[in-house]
C-alpha cells in the first residue's frame, strides 16, 4: 500500500511539473466575481521584468486595477507599464483627456504636471493606450495619470505608435488576449522643436526610444492562457523622433532578447526556461 501511494505522489508530481513546462496561468477570480469583471487580470501575469518593488524610487511598484508599472522617479517616468487586454476591459466611456499629477507618488517626489509638456515640441504619449481601457470613465481616467505617459515625438506618438495600438486591439477583436509591456529607454529625442534630453527644467526625461512586447493568447473562457514554443510574441523598438513615422511598425520588429540586452530587464520570467529560449530569440514574422 505504501508503494503504491509513493507512486500516485510520484506521478502527480510528474504531472505538475509537465504541465508547468507548458502552461502559465494567471490568478482566476474569485467565485462570485460579477461576469463585468471576468478576464481582467492578470496584469502582471507574466511576470515583474524588472524586480519593482516599493523599496527602490528608480524601480517603484505601482499597482492599479487597470495597469502595473515601474516608476523612475530619477527620470519622472515610469521604466515599463504592464496590462492585459482583453473584450472586458473595452467599451464606450469617451476618452476622458484629463492629464494630471498622480497623487500616489510619495511625499516629496516630483509629480509631473500637464504643463511641463506645453510648448515643449512633444506630446505626452501614453504607454497603456487610452482606448485599451474605456469599459468605463474611471478605467480611462487612469490612463491618464502623468506616471503613464511619456514624453513622445508628436508623429511617432500619433502614427506609428498609434497603429501598433491599434494592431493590438484588432488582435483582440479577432479572437485573441493580449498581454502587453511597454516601456522607455535611453535619453534624449527629437520633438517639434528639435532634440532634448529632457522637460520641466531637467526633471523629466525624455526617452530615446520607446518599446513594446506583445504576447497573443487564444482567447479563454475560464480566463486561462497557454503560452507554448508556437505562442506569436511581437517585440517592437521604435525611435523617438519624428521620422519614425516614415516607416510602418514593422520596420522596428526586433526581439525579446534584445529588448533585455537593451534594458537590463527579464521579461516573461513566469513563463518556463525552456519555452523562453525559443519564443524570446524570434522574430514576429507579420502574421496577420
Not at 509591456?181 to 535611453?186: E, K, L, N, P, R
Not at 516614415?246 to 537593451?262: F, G, N
Amino acid at each position: 500500500m505504501r508503494n503504491q501511494l509513493k507512486t500516485i505522489v510520484l506521478i502527480v508530481s510528474l504531472g505538475i511539473l509537465l504541465d508547468g513546462c507548458r502552461t502559465v496561468r494567471p490568478s482566476l477570480p474569485a467565485p462570485g466575481t460579477p461576469s463585468s469583471a471576468l478576464n481582467r487580470t492578470d496584469n502582471l501575469a507574466l511576470g515583474n521584468p524588472s524586480g519593482a518593488s516599493t523599496n527602490d524610487p528608480n524601480n517603484y511598484m505601482i499597482t492599479r486595477p487597470q495597469y502595473i508599472l515601474s516608476y523612475n522617479q530619477s527620470r519622472s517616468t515610469a521604466n515599463w507599464v504592464s496590462w492585459h487586454l482583453s473584450p472586458a476591459w473595452k467599451g464606450d466611456a469617451r476618452r476622458t483627456n484629463d492629464f494630471r499629477p498622480d497623487p500616489t507618488l510619495p511625499t516629496g517626489w516630483y509629480a509631473v504636471r500637464p504643463s511641463d509638456y506645453t510648448n515643449t515640441g512633444f506630446d505626452r504619449g501614453h504607454l497603456c493606450p487610452s482606448d485599451d481601457r474605456d469599459a468605463t470613465s474611471q478605467d480611462n481616467a487612469a490612463t491618464f495619470l502623468l506616471t503613464n505617459i511619456v514624453p513622445q515625438a508628436p508623429r511617432n506618438n500619433r502614427e506609428v505608435w498609434k497603429y501598433l495600438e491599434e494592431y493590438e486591439r484588432q488582435l483582440m477583436t479577432g479572437g485573441n488576449e493580449v498581454y502587453i509591456i511597454a516601456g522607455v529607454s535611453g535619453t534624449g529625442g527629437t520633438g517639434q522643436n528639435g532634440y532634448a534630453t529632457a522637460l520641466a527644467a531637467g526633471k523629466l526625461v525624455v526617452p530615446a526610444t520607446l518599446w513594446k512586447i506583445l504576447v497573443v493568447v487564444p482567447a479563454g473562457s475560464e480566463n486561462t492562457f497557454q503560452i507554448t514554443a508556437n505562442t506569436r510574441i511581437i517585440a517592437i523598438n521604435i525611435p523617438n523622433n519624428q521620422s519614425a513615422a516614415d516607416k510602418p511598425w514593422r520596420a522596428y520588429l526586433t526581439s525579446v532578447d534584445e529588448l533585455e540586452t537593451l534594458t537590463g530587464y527579464d521579461f516573461l520570467s513566469n513563463v518556463p526556461i525552456d519555452i523562453q529560449r525559443i519564443i524570446e530569440k524570434r522574430i514576429d514574422g507579420g502574421n496577420s
